[in-house]
């Protein structure tokens, strides 16, 4: 676990951010921080997060750790999230990892992955494709959980796409994986709403691009400013609860208005 | 017309809020005024309806106009709109008819009607529900999307129910109203979201209840706070057009979970 | 009310088809008369529909009467009914009625309209489509259901299309009437059907062409031709009661697959 | 490997039908057979299936071959498959795996299995569910569509269940693997029914019985007769290719109506 501090240490609780690129990961983890969250950020690459970490908690002022996970392997969650807990509480929990684009490593969702002809998937790959999609939101929600229903509160943010509410040809895999996450999302909620547990599904249809207010900061036509998608993921954790949104889309001007 | 002014002139524009009783339709127009937009509250019973501005008026210190509208009836809209139009450039409509329980002639949706049994529902009684939730949010949109689209930005929100996602026995009517008011809305994003009109629909499940701030203010557990769903209409609008919503639902905790 | 013969006069009871033109509506009555049913077919244009009577009651040598009814107007559904009635208990309705392309005044869903712009759209010609497509929908269904309670037995079908499922620019008026039809649907669904009658709903999603078998008979690569497409209904009112469908889709080549 | 023989040579091909119990798979390869299909009927219980397979022979007066598969294994797929393949092209796959109740070995989806708590959901058994849910039908299919596709024609049929439309209480890895599986049937009707490959997905809504049929036959007032739902399954094969249903719902009498 890498740690860079910039700020103060009150700390409003965790927010663990798992599948964390420079895109919407990213946003999301500087969004919690600036709001006074503690946050920790998760993925396959520690090099790179380590340096996601660095910037963000100079941007927001807070406290940031990174920490590596495969979120395929259940064992890997486990161990990943003793370390997030031993943090403090983990108020959210933001699952926003799946696949990359072969060139791509760092477990952000960024852009419409590339189609794979279903017929040359091989198991392997369908597997992990399946399992970074759907297992890891399934491991990593079983280690928050169990203190958000002791404490009667929390938040968990599933990261959905277009192929969560529609099949696409070429994305047989994708589709199977994202689908699968909304079940989850569907049947957490009305398992643990009741339990004062809030759990969200957000389905981005649309190409993330980089933030607008970056250096490198542009937004194409077609892009989503993911500061601005971020905004919505914290509205959802600001909700009040007699008001909770379970699913809601967010739609960048390249959106396939499924 | 009937103008209740408390604060200053300057304003973002007009925020126009079809169907409005003491609940939903009146925390949205608080929650505008309040951020500076002059409010024009449209119902059919103008006596409720201004004093509603009136107290709107000097709770948010703004300008709030209450004019006397049947959704039902194209040419009410038309006329009414007119005098909205008169106001200024309609930043934002939000929709929220719906044939109120036969006790409560305030035109908000407040809770989940009474079922009626569809054999004993009358043609007039079927067609003015049809007309109140469909129709009249299209000859409402009819007035103000031209203006929108001629400044390239603008707000739309239309208030759905969990009986625009799925039928319910003994409600029929209703569904059919609501679900109307869906096609309307998905087929409106995709024909305007191009020129910069944000078309959104919110799915309220559950019942409302108070608002927690009022004098008789008590949220019953099963009851959304008013003022909390009209940060979700809020939260729409404000959004940045790189990531709008197009739907997202709106849960108290009565809700039906679909 | 005209009535063309060919044939025995046993019959299963009536099967009553709203909105018949040349392709669905009459593929629907040809397979329904073919099976031993009494038909009667209903549509504005009665001289068309005469004529179609007389096609089918040959080719399926039964009987089947021609009826004139508008069914945006409740009257006329009631009275049109009263004939249809006489004629015997009405085991089946199928409602396929929908405002026609400007150019094919018969009544039945052939292909998909041209758009028409929201702004263009005049509130009479909103308030019509809905009308064609829903409430004559429940117009008609309030005329058989009684009936079917009584006798613990019936078939309703509803026939939708894409755009009952998702909306489409240019397409705001169709959108409204289908998602309506679909919310009236599910609702007579569950309130009908612990009573013994099944109510369904067809998706037909792309264009219907000629039958195969006419004399005109080319289905072009991208049609579905009518009599296949008639199958399904027969299928879904053939069904054993333990194992009902309330909705499929039908696709034809030119599908949108939405 | 095992032969069950009894009738004539001839075939119309084969329909292969996995996760086969004493409901809705025998059902299912009962009415093909007797349709003149040589079956393969596949799942883990080599034993209960070659009982299957002879009396499913005797009653169809077909050729039925009983096949060992565990579905959550890729190899053991492909090893199942290359016997199935050596019988002749595979016209039809039937998916009807499930994880079973923990009572009832024999891979047959008959009834709602009993909920599981989320938490108490190890790695292991979430992993195995998803497995036999959706990544078997993805192996499998991946068997049989080349040969599809090169002939440009053949029929696959995914069972799902409520829970592939709505998330549960207590159901997360049921959902989850459900939802994946209808993600991964909307895909490929995209991609292959181009080529010729009628890609279907039932959803079963509700418990299936024993078939009325059957010497123990009784469908209790709640239950689905199976045959009665095999019937919907051929109905879905036997169609016309330009007018494919892609998705249709067979709701028992005890179907929560999602």
């Not at 340096?51 to 969650?77: T, W």
């Not at 933030?211 to 542009?218: E, F, H, K, L, V």
Request: hydrophobic letters at 40%.
């Amino acid at each position: 676990m890498l740690r860079s501090v910039s700020g103060s240490n009150s700390s409003r609780g965790i927010a663990a951010v798992v599948g964390v690129g420079p895109r919407l990961g990213s946003a999301v983890a500087r969004k919690f921080a600036s709001e006074g969250y503690t946050v920790a950020i998760l993925s396959r690459d520690l090099e790179k997060l380590s340096q996601l970490a660095e910037e963000i908690a100079k941007e927001a002022k807070a406290q940031v750790f990174a920490l590596r996970v495969d979120c395929a392997d259940a064992r890997s969650v486990r161990e990943a999230f003793e370390g997030v807990l031993s943090l403090g509480p983990v108020e959210v929990l933001v699952y926003n990892a799946g696949e990359p684009p072969a060139d791509d490593g760092d477990g952000d969702a960024i852009a419409p992955p590339r189609p794979n002809p279903f017929l040359a998937i091989s198991p392997d790959s369908f597997h992990r494709s399946l399992a970074v999609s759907a297992a890891g939101a399934f491991y990593c929600a079983q280690q928050v959980i169990p203190g958000m229903v002791e404490r009667g509160r929390g938040t968990v943010i599933f990261t959905g796409s277009s192929a969560s509410v529609t099949g696409f040809a070429g994305y047989s895999d994708l589709s199977c994986g994202k689908f699968a996450l909304r079940g989850l999302s569907q049947s957490l909620a009305k398992e643990f709403q009741p339990a004062g547990v809030h759990i969200a599904h957000m389905i981005i249809d649309g190409a993330i691009g980089e933030p607008r207010s970056s250096a490198r900061g542009r937004c194409g036509g077609g892009e989503a400013d993911p500061d601005a998608v971020a905004q919505s993921y914290w509205h959802v954790h600001a909700q009040d609860k007699s008001a909770w949104t379970h699913e809601m889309d967010i739609r960048s001007p390249s959106s396939t208005m499924y």
